[in-house]
């Protein structure tokens, strides 16, 4: 394990950071791993169970459905139960699931056994963040949410290529396999190193809030799956119904002596802007984690190995990226980072959008998809870090569920938008040149990846904007977050 390492933190106690660290970090590698190890498998497991791309994405996008409903409770599980309790509950809950994928006889199990893992991790990640959160502090915050997005977004980029080579040489069950040995010593390491650090306050768990954000989550996500079908009722009953229960759970939330979400840490601007940018960016980030594979698959007819490997060295970058941008951070503050991060973003998103046909080289698809995960090492840390950093300590848990909720809703939206538009635009390419054969359907496929990035260009120009106006303040006493100028205006006045 690490070398032993204390430090006064937040609640004044001393921890063992590098123990501590070391465990939470590997469980974390392991549980996002899973996330994405399955998109170079998607192929096999259509072909498997005999269903359509549509139906199949539900492994990807109900896996982080799940996530973003369970972690709203997570603020709740954290302020209920000890550290290591819950860690080993999180992780306990994973590893059951992860078995029943292993062995799931039919797709609707393997289905079942996926969400169960959602609900593990959507626990687990969570209780990390607070956790570092906790043991650091402030001016150390961002070095240790970088070394742990390094994990965070190097474990999806692991997973595709470790897909790729399970898939080619053995089968996709092994996917399942292979992670579930880690996952069982990361359970060990806890139960030995895990100190417990959250001070409890029990708060009462409010099954309505729970109900309201399930239908709200849920509805948002079903209604954008479904927006290459053809009856419309199936996407505006659905979005139209989520709105109303995001809204019941927000005043509902405003109302409750002991919220489920403390929605209090919005009156924070910059943890609201943080927030928006994260969802913004995750929405891109897994529709492109998924999206790629498919389209080098289907359209460029790779293997999935091939694919994998294509992909590694953005997440190679992108590992490298993450603890340099926090360490940035710390010293700088968010505007040299954020800002062009999101500029780099939209220009490689502009060309993706018009360069992605079957003709597209190999090198051009890997400098692009680098580019692109150097800007998310940019965006992530910087402003999850400056989010977290504007709110009091007894909204920590709560600021972390919240963001952690939205950025995996964000992802499972995007996923689902971003892949019902590509089915979409592929049909009526389809229609339009009156044929069915292979090279029409590459030639669908590449039109439709086309049209799913020209939207994600125009959301990540809305992300860009929003950046301009991210700024560092640490006196969270300003809840208006005026510059001092301001501050001595308006005294003045």
């Known amino acids: ?44 497991i259509m072909t498997n169970f005999g269903i359509s791309a549509i139906t199949a994405q539900w492994l990807s996008t109900g896996y982080m459905l799940i996530m973003g409903i369970s972690i709203p409770v997570s603020a709740f599980f954290i302020q209920t139960i000890k550290t290591r309790q819950l860690y080993i509950t999180s992780m306990l809950i994973f590893i059951f699931g992860t078995v029943v994928c292993g062995f799931a006889p039919t797709f609707p199990l393997l289905l079942i056994g996926r969400l169960v893992q959602a609900i593990g991790t959507g626990m687990l990640i969570p209780n990390i963040v607070n956790t570092l959160i906790i043991i650091n502090p402030e001016d150390k915050r961002g070095k240790a949410l970088g070394i742990f997005n390094l994990v965070m977004f190097f474990a999806p980029a692991v997973g595709p290529v470790l897909s790729g080579i399970i898939v080619q040489y053995l089968n996709w069950r092994w996917l399942f396999f292979t992670i579930l040995p880690f996952s069982v010593v990361a359970l060990i390491l806890g139960i030995v190193y895990l100190e417990n650090v959250t001070e409890l306050s029990k708060p009462r768990l409010d099954i309505i809030s729970i109900l309201l954000s399930t239908v709200g989550f849920g509805g948002l996500i079903y209604g954008a799956s479904n927006l290459g079908a053809n009856n419309r009722i199936t996407v505006l009953v659905p979005l139209l119904v989520s709105v109303i229960a995001l809204i019941l759970f927000s005043l509902r939330q405003m109302n409750l002596k002991e919220p489920m979400l403390d929605i209090r840490a919005f009156q924070y601007p910059m943890f609201t802007i943080g927030t928006l940018l994260i969802i913004i960016m995750h929405m891109v980030n897994f529709a492109i984690m998924l999206l790629l594979p498919l389209f080098m698959e289907e359209a460029m007819g790779l293997s999935a190995f091939t694919a994998g490997l294509i992909m590694l060295p953005g997440g190679i970058i992108n590992g490298i ?45 890997i400098v692009l998809h680098c580019l692109s ?43 689902s938008l971003f892949i019902a538009i590509m089915t979409a635009a592929q049909k009526n390419y389809l229609s339009g040149i009156g044929k069915n054969d292979i090279v029409s359907q590459r030639l669908g496929m590449a039109a439709g990846v086309r049209q799913s990035l020209t939207v994600a260009f125009f959301i990540l120009i809305v992300g860009l904007i929003l950046a301009f106006f991210v700024k560092r303040n640490s006196d969270k006493k300003i809840e208006n977050d005026l510059d001092e100028d301001d501050v001595s205006a308006a005294q003045e006045g």
Do not use: R
């Open 321 to 365: 990226v993450a603890p340099i941008s926090g360490s940035i951070y710390d010293k700088y503050g968010p505007k040299v980072l954020i800002f062009p991060g999101f500029l780099i973003s939209a220009i490689v998103f502009f060309i993706l959008s018009h360069a992605m046909t079957v003709s597209i080289s190999i090198p051009v698809i």
């Open 1 to 44: 394990m690490a070398s032993s390492q204390t430090i006064h933190a937040t609640n004044n106690k001393s921890y063992n950071i590098g123990a501590i660290t070391a465990v939470l970090t590997i469980s974390g590698f392991f549980c996002m791993l899973n996330e994405t190890v399955l998109n170079m498998a998607l192929k096999s």
């Open 373 to 415: 995960l150097i800007a998310v090492g940019m965006i992530n840390t910087p402003t999850q870090t400056n989010s977290l950093n504007q709110l009091p300590p007894e909204l920590y848990p709560h600021g972390t569920a919240i963001t952690n909720t939205l950025q995996q809703i964000g992802g499972a939206f995007g996923t």
